[in-house]
């Protein structure tokens, strides 16, 4: 059975930084895409960043320039370097993983930006 397993949430103050660290277990299969989303209370979940098998990326727009998407094949792991962290970044944040034709999430990681 695939697992998702979140570390690295937290408090963060703003202009702080985080890094979000998923790793995945229970496949045979490497994840195709993997990536990170968020969802706000009150607001629907959005993408923050996802990273291709061949390395292509994509960000949010209010995370370009701020975010780095990063995975290790070999481990099969997924990282999300936050910098700069704003306010409005607070969020419960997911893992996804595409494998074959199945996507799979991670339980969620709480983000919370604060003074």
């Known amino acids: 059975q695939v697992q998702l397993v979140e570390f690295g949430g937290g408090l963060a103050q703003p202009g702080g930084s985080l890094t979000l660290s998923c790793a995945v277990s229970?496949?045979?299969?490497?994840?195709?895409?993997m990536g990170w989303y968020r969802q706000a209370p009150g607001k629907q979940r959005e993408m923050v960043a996802t990273?291709?098998?061949?390395?292509?990326?994509n960000y949010v727009d209010s995370g370009k320039g701020r975010f780095a998407i990063s995975r290790d094949n070999a481990k099969n792991t997924v990282d999300l370097q936050m910098n700069g962290l704003k306010p409005e970044d607070t969020a419960v944040y997911y893992c996804?993983?595409?494998?074959?034709?199945?996507?799979?999430w991670g339980q969620g990681t709480q983000v919370t930006v604060s003074s």
């Open positions: 990273i291709g098998s061949g390395d292509s990326t």
């Open positions: 996804y993983v595409r494998i074959r034709t199945f996507g799979y």
């Open positions: 229970g496949s045979i299969f490497s994840p195709s895409a």
